[in-house]
């Protein structure tokens, strides 16, 4: 979480826990795997013993006595965060003030139920492939937020692509839009409702077993989602989820000018083993750390961020972030059935009201004064 490293526990009592993993007498790490079993944390430095639920459970032999009167263990367990889930994913804040995950979400919650359905639109049947791919980019973490520009493959990636003969690198913009909320959140979304198989995460022309697969799945995709058929990427979630394809990208900040990404890519939970790999495969070659796509960014992503470093950069450059502002955003739920404001493409208009959330939040002193109290505004 941010900076902050966590431990996330499955407790005896089915419940999910989210400790922080720093021990209540020297701030020692007292969880030192990515994953595994345990009933107990021990701290290594002077054994002070936390259980799954961060309740400190035992002191150091022969020192009960010393802390007595002094030391009640109920009062030195394990900080503990709020929790709340949402169709198998794990979400949390230290902020108890914090609005429910379902209001910051904000409506966004639909497009992700979309995001975590397998290829028919079965609801909630997507696994995480594996484990986490991990890596460290010189960057600073809201650079690559929200990663939904269209406008720069035609040059970005020309290698991976080839030449574009349209502005943004693709056929034409007819029907699509970025999505946004006012609470920050982002997706973008191609608007269709003649039921026409959508390319769904990118072409799949080196993967035909996980193209068969996909084309086979289609019409029951059609059928229980309609127009959210062709959303399979999760939604970009304020401040620091992204995502790429079917992986949910979270961008952790290790200081201003260095983020640690972890990518968890999404696959069926009923699909043939082989289509499990193919998917994992499919997105490895193309966002993993070493993927074609994903060093193209990083290198412009590290560039922008390591040149942006002095007096003048800092002070008087100023950025355009004004395409598409001509067009208004029109409201979704009246227009298209579906929630969040739309914006045509090609537009600035999701970096635009990122940033624009972002400073709202940078000078509120509390909730109360940036909590949406009509989202329809």
């Given amino acids: 979480m941010g900076e902050e490293q966590v431990i996330v526990t499955r407790a005896p009592d089915n419940q999910i826990h989210v400790l922080l993993n720093s021990c209540a007498h020297r701030g020692n790490m007292v969880c030192r795997y990515d994953h595994g079993f345990s009933l107990a944390f021990h701290c290594s430095f002077h054994g002070w013993v936390y259980n799954s639920q ?100 035609w040059i970005t990636h020309v290698s991976a692509r080839g030449p574009a003969g349209t502005f943004g690198g693709v056929a034409n913009y007819d029907n699509a839009y970025h999505v946004w909320f006012p609470e920050g959140h982002t997706t973008d979304l191609r608007v269709r409702d003649d039921g026409a198989q959508g390319s769904y995460f990118g072409s799949l022309e080196d993967y035909p077993v996980l193209q068969e697969y996909m084309a ?27 995502s790429v394809g079917r992986i949910i990208r979270v961008l952790h900040p290790q200081g201003p000018t260095e983020t640690e990404m972890w990518s968890y890519i999404l696959v069926d939970k009923v699909a043939p083993p082989e289509v499990k790999a193919a998917t994992v495969r499919f997105h490895e070659h193309r966002w993993g750390p070493n993927g074609f796509i994903q060093k ?5 992503w590290y560039i922008l961020t390591q040149y942006s470093k002095g007096t003048m950069t800092r002070s008087r450059l100023r950025q355009h972030a004004q395409l598409g502002l001509s067009k208004p955003s029109t409201y979704g739920p009246s227009n298209f059935g579906l929630p969040g404001m739309f914006h045509p493409a090609p537009t600035d208009e999701n970096i635009r009201r990122f940033y624009g ?14 909590r949406i109290a009509n989202p329809a505004d």
Avoid: C
């Avoid at 979309?114 to 484990?131: C, F, I, M, Y």
């Avoid at 791919?133 to 720069?152: C, S």
């Fill in 296 to 300: 193209d960014d990083m290198e412009n």
């Fill in 54 to 153: 961060g309740a400190l459970t035992a002191l150091p032999p022969g020192s009960e006595e010393a802390y007595a009167g002094v030391l009640r263990k109920e009062e030195w367990g394990l900080l503990k965060a709020r929790v709340e889930l949402f169709q198998g994913t794990i979400w949390a804040t230290w902020d108890q003030t914090a609005p429910g995950l379902m209001d910051y979400f904000g409506g966004a919650e639909t497009y992700f139920d979309s995001a975590l359905a397998d290829a028919e639109g079965t609801p909630a049947a997507t696994e995480v492939a594996g484990g986490v791919m991990k890596w460290r980019v010189g960057l600073n973490w809201k650079v690559p937020m929200p990663d939904n520009d269209v406008t720069h493959g």
């Fill in 357 to 370: 959330r972002w400073a709202e939040v940078m000078a509120a002193r509390d909730w109360d004064e940036i």
């Fill in 216 to 242: 086979e799945k289609w019409a029951k995709r059609w059928e229980r989602l309609g127009k959210l058929a062709y959303v399979n990427e999760p939604p970009h979630i304020f401040p620091n989820m992204g």
